[in-house]
């Protein structure tokens, strides 16, 4: 991968025995290449729907996808390890590489579940910028799942490696998953557990979102698009503006018939420093057709 091993594989740092601003160093590190424009603002593309519902784009679109997204302005991509060890990185550019650590399928008898298939020294070897796990709060599985962040939380702090927790009210005892007063519990047991970045589900109103994102200490990522079909860049901006301080949008990105335009179109919404400056990032044609 593009920035080489982050660490040695073979030997564990030993986080307790240097200053506290070296322990601080390599994650402030990673994030700062989370954010490639300096801001503190983020704009990801999930790409591990392969495990949970199948394909992303056939095989032979799959360099082309990736090359569109870093073209358009991706900020990082979120694979799994297989894919991650795949990765070409001349592919990337300035796009960051998040591994995702948990994993369940639709098929399983409980679609919510979700499990710990990497952990964070796989991560490490490859190179990675930062990991994510997956939590379904609400879930028949809940208690195993916070368990879980637990664990990779530890691990984090030991590898010095950001963690971004994707947070959801899914499951039997959930009533009304866009409650904002139910988004904030959320995005405060992310914060609380480890999190450095927390994606989530959003209100019915984009505008609602401020509730959430003013109960949280750590940076808010909305999850998706508008599941009506509307404007994805003009929905992005109005959760911009509520306070988000990024966006996570996989399907309507790599299904669009140019996802580096639809990357693109959101990345100056993300990034309206860019634009400040006089400069937009880039209108391409994929090539992953």
């Known amino acids: 991968m593009r920035y080489g091993s982050l660490g040695e594989p073979n030997r564990k740092p030993r986080s307790g025995s240097e200053p506290a601003s070296m322990r601080n160093a390599g994650k402030a590190f990673r994030l700062r290449r989370l954010s490639p424009p300096g801001d503190g603002r983020y704009l990801f593309v999930p790409l591990d729907h392969s495990v949970s519902d199948g394909p992303v784009v056939p095989q032979h679109r799959w360099d082309g996808l990736v090359r569109a997204l870093a073209a358009g302005g991706a900020d990082a991509v979120v694979v799994h390890k297989g894919r991650a060890r795949a990765l070409d990185p001349a592919l990337l550019g300035q796009c960051a590489v998040i591994v995702h650590l948990s994993a369940g399928t639709s098929l399983a008898a409980d679609a919510d579940a979700k499990v710990l298939v990497g952990d964070v020294e796989d991560a490490v070897r490859l190179g990675a910028d930062a990991v994510s796990v997956h939590v379904n709060i609400g879930s028949h599985t809940e208690q195993r799942q916070l368990s879980d962040l637990g664990v990779v939380a530890s691990s984090c702090e030991t590898w010095h490696m950001p963690l971004l927790v994707m947070i959801y009210p899914r499951g039997p005892r959930i009533a009304d998953p866009h409650d904002p007063a139910l988004?904030?519990?959320?995005?405060?047991?992310?914060?609380?557990?480890?999190?450095?970045?927390?994606k989530t589900s959003v209100t019915r109103s984009p505008g609602q979102m401020a509730e959430v994102v003013a109960s949280s200490p750590i940076p808010?990522?909305?999850?998706?698009?508008?599941?009506?079909?509307?404007?994805l860049a003009e929905y992005g901006a109005a959760l911009m503006a509520a306070g988000c301080q990024g966006l996570a949008v996989g399907r309507r990105v790599f299904t669009a018939a140019e996802p580096a335009q639809a990357v693109a179109q959101l990345a100056n919404v993300v990034h309206?420093?860019?634009?400040?400056?006089?400069t937009s990032y880039p209108t391409v044609r994929s090539g992953a057709a």
Not at 183 to 198: E, K, T, W
Not at 220 to 231: E, N, T, W
Request: proline share 6%; no cysteine.
């Open 220 to 231: 808010v990522l909305a999850a998706g698009g508008p599941s009506d079909g509307s404007d």
């Open 183 to 198: 988004l904030a519990h959320l995005v405060n047991i992310a914060a609380d557990l480890g999190a450095d970045l927390v």
């Open 272 to 278: 309206p420093a860019v634009l400040a400056a006089g």
